[in-house]
């Protein structure tokens, strides 16, 4: 299994960005997906969980600003954030979780800054 993300950059506070991630190979139609970031200096963070369901759950510095969703048929999670703060400023990893197996992308930079 393999895990492409895109759609980081560098935008100013208050700002919108919209990850995508892409999962190629031998995928069950049941997986978790999520997002963590990891800040300079500071360790990796889980933001966000989309079940095989399509239920949700987010961390509470997130929660009204960013939307996880999950297009199955393209194998593809999404992290739509607003009104981006210079917090938010990460390497952002998708995660997907299958069976016992544990899958990570390549990070996606996401810079917030004036």
């Known amino acids: 299994v393999q895990l492409q993300a895109s759609g980081g950059g560098l935008v100013q506070p208050g700002g919108s960005l919209r990850l995508s991630c892409t999962a190629s190979g031998s995928l069950f139609s049941m997986n978790v997906k999520a997002w963590y970031r990891q800040a300079p200096g500071k360790e990796r963070e889980w933001v966000a969980t989309?079940?095989?369901?399509?239920?949700?759950v987010y961390r509470d510095s997130v929660k009204g600003r960013f939307t996880i969703s999950r297009d199955n048929a393209k194998n593809t999670v999404y992290l739509q954030m607003n009104s981006l703060k210079p917090e938010d400023t990460a390497v952002y990893y998708c995660n997907l979780k299958q069976g016992y197996d544990n899958y990570w992308g390549q990070g996606t930079q996401v810079t917030i800054s004036s």
């Open positions: 989309s079940s095989p369901t399509g239920s949700t």
